[in-house]
C-alpha cells in the first residue's frame, strides 16, 4: 500500500468558468492557471502521482508546454490513471478537501464525486470530498483564491511489476 498526499491552489481571475472537482460551478469568477485550473483534480493527481513516487503534475504536464493551455484537467487526470495502471498500481481510496469563502462547495460535491468516480473507473464509494471556508482568514478567507488538500491510498501489484 502507498499513501500520497497533494495540495494546490490557484487565484481567481474573471472572465474564466470556475471549474471545481471536474464541475462548472455558476460564480462570477474562474480559477486563474495554465490549464483550466482545477484546484481540486490539481491536488488529487499530485497525490497520486506522490503515493506513485513519480514526481508531479508539472513533470508529466510542463506548464510551459502551450499544449497544455486552458486543457481539461480531467483529461490530464485520467492520463495520470491511465499511467499508474501501467506501472503497476490502483487506486484504493482517495480524499480531497477543498478550502473556499466561496462559492459554496456542498451543492456541488455528489457531482464531484460522480465525475471523479467516472474518470478514475473507481466506485464511488472511494471518493471523498468535502468543503471547508477559512473563517475569513488568509487568501481564502479574503475570496481571493482557493486551496485543495488531497489524500490517496494505491495498491501496489508487485507482480505487475515484476513482469516489466
Known amino acids: 500500500m502507498r499513501i500520497g498526499h497533494g495540495f494546490d491552489v490557484h487565484a481567481f481571475t474573471k472572465d474564466r468558468p470556475c471549474i471545481i472537482g ?7 469568477r474562474g480559477l486563474w492557471g495554465h490549464s483550466d485550473a482545477d484546484v481540486c483534480v490539481h491536488a488529487l493527481m499530485d497525490a497520486l502521482l506522490s503515493a506513485a513516487r513519480q ?3 508539472g513533470q508529466l504536464f510542463p506548464p510551459d508546454d502551450p499544449k497544455y493551455d486552458n486543457a481539461d484537467s480531467c483529461k490530464l487526470l485520467r492520463e495520470v490513471v491511465r499511467h499508474l495502471q501501467q506501472s503497476g498500481f ?3 481510496d482517495c480524499d ?3 478550502a ?3 462559492p459554496k462547495i456542498s451543492p456541488y460535491r455528489e457531482l464531484m464525486r460522480q465525475k471523479l468516480a467516472e474518470v478514475m473507473d473507481i466506485p464511488l464509494e472511494h471518493i471523498g470530498i468535502k468543503a471547508t471556508t477559512t473563517e475569513g482568514l488568509g487568501f481564502v478567507g479574503r475570496s481571493e483564491g482557493i486551496a485543495a ?3 490517496v491510498l494505491l495498491e501496489e501489484n508487485v507482480c505487475a511489476k515484476i513482469k516489466q
Open 100 to 102: 473556499a469563502q466561496a
Open 90 to 92: 490502483a487506486i484504493v
Open 22 to 28: 471536474g464541475v462548472t460551478i455558476p460564480y462570477e
Open 149 to 151: 488538500w488531497a489524500c
Open 55 to 57: 514526481g508531479d503534475i
Open 96 to 98: 480531497c478537501t477543498i
